[in-house]
């Protein structure tokens, strides 16, 4: 019966790491739209005052954009191609003490975790 209830456990981490990957791509095709609005909102506002052109204004959005999607995510440490496998620290909410940690960040990390300790299950 224990293989199975580890069976089960190791599917939940998959489908819960696909769920947590899902949503952070909703949360950046989120962002990027954001980004795009306010940039154009911004080059539209240069243009009107005649400080930028229009082709220099898309230019700019252009670039904006671009850097951002080339910028990489924050949070990630150096050792995260490192051979041993992470430890998984369960925080209950109420013992958080960090509250300006981005929930995104939060999420990524989880799912790293439940890669690396999927990895491991898979190697036993």
């Given at each position: ?9 190791v ?49 700019f ?23 041993e ?22 999420l ?13 299950l898979?190697?036993e």
């Amino acid at each position: 019966m224990q293989p199975r209830g580890l069976g089960d456990l190791v599917q939940k981490a998959v489908y819960l790491g696909v769920g947590l990957a899902a949503y952070a791509g909703e949360k950046a095709a989120k962002n990027m739209a954001e980004l795009r609005t306010e940039a154009q909102k911004l080059a539209d506002e240069l243009v009107k005052r005649g400080e930028m052109t229009t082709d220099e204004a898309r230019r700019f959005v252009e670039d904006t954009l671009k850097q951002a999607q080339q910028q990489p995510p924050q949070g990630k440490s150096s050792t995260q191609n490192s051979p041993e496998p992470r430890q998984i620290e369960i925080i209950d909410a109420e013992d958080d003490e960090s509250p300006s940690v981005d929930p995104a960040d939060q999420l990524r990390q989880q799912v790293q975790n439940l890669q690396e300790e999927l990895r491991r299950l898979k190697r036993e």
